[in-house]
């Protein structure tokens, strides 16, 4: 399992930044893929995950701010942030839960600055 996420940058406050993550090596399509991330000095936190079905779920930090999307075609998941917020500032990760485990991406570092 391999998992590349890229996007990542600076951006002003209520700014906006996608996201993407490539994946390889397992049945991407019908496995449910996760966004988390994980601030400094802070726990690594679920941000959204979408289901091999499309079904969506987000933390109630980015309820209807962010947007997790997928493209089973080309072995994509993506992460649609807007209205950015400083304490957005994180580096995130890509999760695929593939056979009863989890597998991480390599993380991509977005700052928000105010």
């Known amino acids: 399992v391999q998992l590349q996420a890229s996007g990542g940058g600076l951006v002003q406050a209520g700014g906006s930044l996608r996201l993407s993550c490539k994946a390889s090596?397992?049945?991407?399509?019908?496995?449910?893929m996760s966004w988390y991330r994980q601030a400094p000095g802070q726990q690594r936190e679920l941000v959204a995950t979408?289901?091999?079905?499309?079904?969506?779920s987000y933390a109630n930090s980015t309820k209807g701010r962010f947007t997790i999307s997928r493209d089973n075609t080309r072995r994509m998941v993506y992460l649609q942030m807007s209205s950015l917020k400083p304490e957005d500032t994180a580096v995130y990760f890509c999760?695929?839960?593939?056979?009863?485990?989890?597998?991480w991406g390599q993380g991509t570092l977005v700052t928000v600055s105010s």
């Open positions: 979408i289901t091999s079905a499309g079904t969506t």
């Open positions: 999760n695929a839960a593939v056979n009863g485990g989890y597998y």
């Open positions: 090596g397992f049945m991407f399509s019908i496995n449910t």
